[in-house]
Each structure stands twice: as C-alpha cells, then as structure tokens.
C-alpha cells in the first residue's frame, strides 16, 4: 500500500477524467441491465399474445439503450486509457530526469539493462495496473453486485446459484493465469539462453572445429533445447487448459440454472420473459468475472513493478546542492584551483592521499604519473563526479561545495579520458555543451529530496489536448535546441580550428555535417579525441581539463594543439593530463602522482634538475624516440 501512495499526486492531478470515467463506468453497468428486462417484457407481451404495436415500442427502447451504453462504453475506456497514458507519460518524465540527478557512485554499481528494463517493462505494467487495472477493479465488482442484485430481484433460488457458482470463474482465471505467467518468464529465460548459445558458437566456430569439439557442442546444445521444449509444453497444457476449464464453468453455470429455473417457469413460478431477462444477466456476467481476475493480476504486477521504479527514485544523488552550504557567487569563476590535503577512497580502496597544490587562475598545471596512480581521479574531483573524503578544494577560494553544481560546472570545461561521441553529425557533437546555453535562466538544480516521487514534468501533461485526431511527425520538438546562433557558429568554428580537425574535415563527405559512428563515418582515436577538445573549448570554460586527451594525437599535432590552446587559453586554467612528457613540459607547473601521492613538483626544468622520477621518466621517453620504440620497452633497455 505504501507504494501506491507514491502514484497519489499523479492520480489527483487527473481526476477529473479519472472521474469521469468511473461515472462511465457505473453509467454502463446500469444502462447493460436494461436491455435484458425490457427484452423480458416484450417476450412476456407476446407470449400473453399482445398485438404486435404493444411490443415493437421495447424493440426500440433496446435500440436506444444499447446506443447509449456504447457511448458510456466508450467514455469509461477513453478517459481511464487518456488517464493511464498521461500518467506514464509523467512517470517515464520523471524517472528520467531524476536518472539525470544521480551521480557517478549510482551509475557505477547499476547494470544499463536493468535500468532499461524498469524504464519500459515496468512502466508499460504501472500502465496496464492504471488503465485497465483501475478501469476494473471498480467497474467489475460494480457489475458484478448490480446484476446480482436484479437476478436476486427475479428469483432467490436461481440467484444464489449464480453467488456460488460465478466467483469460481475469476479465481480459476487468477490462478492459472498467474500459474502462465511464471511459465512464460522461464519460457523466455530459456530461449535467451538458446540464443546466446548459439550466437556464441556461430562466433567461435572456428575454434570449436580446431579443437574438435562438435559433438560436444550439440550435446551441450541438444540438452538446453530439450530444456526449453519442455518448459514449452508445460506452458502450452496450461495455456490449454485456461479457456475451455473457463468455458465449463460458465457452461456448467448456466446448465444448472436451466434445468432448475426451467422447472420453475413449466410450474408458473416465474414467467418465460423473466427466465430469458435472468438468463441474459447470466451471460453478461461471464466476462467481468473473467475480467475480475485478470484485474487482481495487472494490480499485482502492476504494484511488484511499481515498487521497482520507487527504488531507483528513492535513491539520492551523494552530490547535490546543499542549501545550507551555496553561496551565491559575486563574479564569475576566474579558475584559480587550490587542493588542500585532499584524500578519496573509493570503497576503502586509497586513491588519493593527503594531495595539496596550487593553481593561480590563467596558469597551467600537468600531471603525469603511472596508469592507476590517481590522475583520472584528482580532475574527476574538480567537477565534483566524487567528493573527497578528507580535505578541501576551492575555486577562487570558494570551496567547492559552496558553489552550485551548475555554475561549476558550467566553468568547466572537461574532456574525460574515456570520451564519448554521440551518432549525430559531427558539428552536434562539438556543439552539445552549447545545446542549453539559452535556457541558463531556468537550469537544473540538483537538491536531495524527502518524497519518492516528485512530479515534475507534470504540469507538461496537463496541457496536453483532451483529444488528439492525428500528429504531425514532421513538427521536431528538438530543433530549437539544435538551433546554434552566430556567436555560436562562430565559436565551433574557431573550436574546430584549435583541434586542428579543419583538415580532417576536408576530406570528410559532408565536412561538419558528416553523420559519425554506426550510421556515418568511424572516426580515428585521434579524431575522437581532437573533436571531443573542440567540444570543450566552445563552451569557453573558465577551466579546461584534459584527461589525457592527445594520447592517440602524434606528437606534432599534439604540440600544435597546445601552442593554440594557449592561444585561447590565455586568460584561462588548464590542467593537462598526459603520459608524454613532450606533451606537457611547457606547462607552469607539473606534478608528478606515483600511488596517489604527489612525489616530485615544479617546472620542467626543475624537475629535469632534480634528477629524480621525473628524469628517468623524461630519458626514457627521449630513449624510446630515438630507437622509435614505446618508452616501456624502452625503460627494458636502458
Ligand atoms: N570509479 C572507480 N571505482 C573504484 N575504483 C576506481 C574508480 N576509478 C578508478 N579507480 C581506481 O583508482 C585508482 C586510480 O585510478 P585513476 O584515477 O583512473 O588513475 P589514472 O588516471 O592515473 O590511470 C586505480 O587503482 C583504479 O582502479
Ligand atoms: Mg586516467
């Protein structure tokens, strides 16, 4: 019950057509009934041989009575599926944005598929408890006491048959439905296990034959086939089963009822015309009985699925906007960055320890150090993906977690060593961090929050049209986000530039309009690298951070990079991460990390003085370019 309280404010905001709906719902219930007493009253009128004039006026009431339960059929299932549809709609809203919120820690211990799998399956099932779940679990009872009630009216002994009797129906379809369910969720499980078999045996074919493992493989595969026919048959019996045990029941049903009300009406205890009106009742009953199964099962699942979605919305980011720490900023960030004994564990393992240095704003710092030695997670801490357990960072002297997510990161402008390029045209990808520039107004604050579900996108529904006749597909919403201004254009292209991707562009079919990845052109490490760059520069960050981002760059273009990024950034902080030194020995200043812990500092030719890691790292590399092999090997043979 707890869960369904979270689907309360999304349940009031509609209830107006929810509303509406029931009432369609009752009207229908009532307006069924008549038909069957009228159609009693006519059969009464001709068997007390009326003349034809008496009876034809209850054919044409019947007329009139089934057209207007059509219409209140048809309000009911309009305004309960309009209700359930928004209210996915609403909750799809919201389970994305809040996806938005959570950070780094949730994502890392979250499989995708499951994540998608409460997306689409879960809410196609919160739908179905909503839509048709609601629908009956107010319209079949209703039916269900209504009818009983006239059939009662008509013939107490005939009636109690019936309350014994029916209810069978909707607990043989509860049970064996859900019985089904289960099966199938095997069924399926089973088939997926077939076909990843065999896809990985078509892949590894080649190895199987070299190992002469065939018939092992058929074995292997002629044992999980077996397993699936079998979980197969078991849900074709029960499958088969459902509907003519169903069918038997109604039959048996309304046997019973003949043969007893039959005798009644031969010894005149009810007439013939209101033996037909009960035994129409009984027929109309067949199907909200089923019906009223079916609804106990979409609400159960409904719930389970429910309850899965308000996990992950229960869930709050570790890093937020803290009210109680923000101050509002008095300018604009300048880049200045100071660590102060800054230590991060990530699950008690130590990656980061007691780490303290200085960036006046305008200057540059690089890092350099092993794979694994903290780099990643040193700048991983500026944009606050972590926050370190121990220590403090500041920002022009703010500390970090004084200043809003937005605003900071807004000044940031990052390249992760593991970048990622999106399968539009190239200028989209260099322009996604400009995609909201216009809307800085109205930015996303990220708070923690108390309730579960939060709506937020809710009033959007609300002014949705209460009818839709036809949908212009050609009307796409997301061009206005994708529409770039002068400046803008102006800054991609300057962008382009200092990622010396101009060249590249030459010899791509569309230039910057050329589609990238499965749908377009592969792009080369490099390219990925250099367009991921430009797409940091145009943001124009106060504070450019390069996670190793020209490893896959040669050396010359590397270094041409860099004398443009002074270039731009002159005004501006750069930290660089890199593994070659020739990369980085411009730099202000450079760290060197071994185990998380900064052992040497200083400028290139300091640390080349000092004679210590450094050194050996730099004649190393220096080694390696003259044999034309990697350093590694390199470090073997000096
Ligand atoms: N998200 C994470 N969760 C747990 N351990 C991590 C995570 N990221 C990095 N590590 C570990 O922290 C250490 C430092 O990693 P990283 O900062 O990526 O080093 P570098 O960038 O210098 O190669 C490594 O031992 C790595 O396995
Ligand atoms: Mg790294």
Redesign the pocket.
């Known amino acids: 019950m707890h869960t369904l309280a979270t689907l309360l404010p999304y349940l009031r905001r509609h209830r107006l057509p929810l509303i509406v709906g029931v009432l369609g719902a009752l009207a229908d219930t009532f307006l069924r009934l008549v038909p069957a007493y009228l159609l009693g009253q006519a059969i009464n009128l001709i068997t007390a041989n009326q003349p034809q004039s008496e009876v034809l006026p209850y054919i044409w009431w019947i007329g009139l009575f089934a057209v207007l339960d059509g219409i209140a059929v048809f309000v009911q299932r309009y305004m309960v599926s309009l209700v359930s549809r928004r209210i996915e709609y609403e909750l799809r809203g919201d389970f994305f944005a809040h996806l938005q919120t959570l950070d780094?820690a949730f994502y890392?211990n979250l499989h995708t598929g499951d994540l998608m799998a409460r997306a689409t399956n879960d809410l196609n099932q919160i739908r179905m408890m909503l839509g048709p779940g609601v629908n009956g679990i107010i319209s079949t009872p209703a039916t269900f006491l209504v009818t009983l009630a006239f059939m009662f009216g008509i013939n107490l002994k005939l009636g109690l048959i019936v309350l014994v009797l029916m209810p069978l129906v909707t607990v043989v379809f509860y049970l064996l439905n859900g019985r089904m369910r289960r099966q199938y969720t095997e069924v399926q499980g089973q088939f997926a296990e077939l076909s990843t078999r065999s896809q990985e045996n078509l892949n590894s074919i080649r190895v199987i034959k070299a190992y002469g493992q065939e018939q092992a493989e058929i074995k292997r595969f002629a044992a999980a086939n077996a397993l699936y026919i079998k979980l197969n048959l078991v849900y074709v019996l029960l499958s088969g089963l459902l509907w003519p045990l169903l069918g038997m029941l109604l039959g048996a049903t309304t046997a019973i009822v003949l043969v007893v009300g039959g005798g009644d009406v031969v010894t005149h205890q009810i007439s013939l015309g209101q033996f037909v009106q009960f035994n129409l009742y009984l027929a109309q009953l067949g199907w909200p009985m089923i019906a009223m199964g079916w609804t106990l099962s979409l609400v159960q699942q409904g719930l389970a699925s429910l309850g899965r979605l308000d996990e992950v919305m229960r869930r709050q980011p570790h890093i937020y906007d803290d009210p109680t720490r923000l101050q509002p900023a008095t300018q604009p960030i300048s880049g200045e960055i100071e660590f102060k004994d800054v230590t991060l564990t990530?699950?008690n393992?130590p990656?980061l320890a007691n780490v303290s240095f200085h960036v006046p704003a305008g200057s540059s710092l690089a890092v350099v150090?092993?794979?694994?030695?903290?780099?990643?997670?040193?700048v991983?801490l500026i944009a606050r993906v972590?926050d370190p357990q121990e220590g403090t960072i500041y920002i022009d002297g703010r500390e970090i977690s004084a200043i809003p997510l937005d605003e900071l990161r807004q000044a940031i402008g990052y390249v992760p060593?593991d970048n990622f390029l999106f399968s539009v045209p190239l200028r989209d990808n260099v322009a996604f961090g400009l995609l909201d520039e216009h809307s800085s107004q109205q930015r996303v604050v990220v708070t923690a929050r108390n309730s579960t579900f939060l709506p937020r996108n809710s009033s959007a529904a609300n002014h949705l049209p209460l009818f839709h006749w036809n949908v212009n597909l050609d009307d796409d919403p997301l061009r206005a986000l994708r529409e770039l201004s002068e400046d803008q254009r102006q800054r991609i292209g300057d962008g382009v530039e200092v990622a010396r991707l101009s060249k590249d562009l030459e010899q791509f079919p569309q230039g910057i309009d050329t589609m990238i990845g499965e749908r377009g052109v592969t792009l080369s490490g490099g390219q990925k690298q250099r367009t991921a760059i430009a797409r940091a520069i145009v943001r124009d960050p106060a504070i450019l951070i390069l996670?190793?981002s020209l490893s896959s760059v040669d050396t010359g273009t590397a270094s041409e990079i860099l004398s443009g990024l002074r270039e731009v950034m002159k005004q501006r902080t750069s930290i660089i991460?890199a593994q070659r030194i020739a990369t980085v020995q411009n730099a202000d200043q450079i760290i060197l990390?071994e185990d998380?812990r900064i052992v040497e500092r200083g400028t290139h030719m300091e640390l080349v003085a000092l004679g210590g890691r450094y050194t050996a790292m730099y004649r190393r590399e220096l080694l390696a370019q003259e044999l034309d092999v990697e350093p590694e090997v390199a470090a073997g043979i000096s």
């Open positions: 780094s890392k990530y699950d393992l990656v150090g092993a794979t694994g030695s903290g780099k990643s997670s040193l991983n972590y060593q996670d190793d991460i990390l998380g």
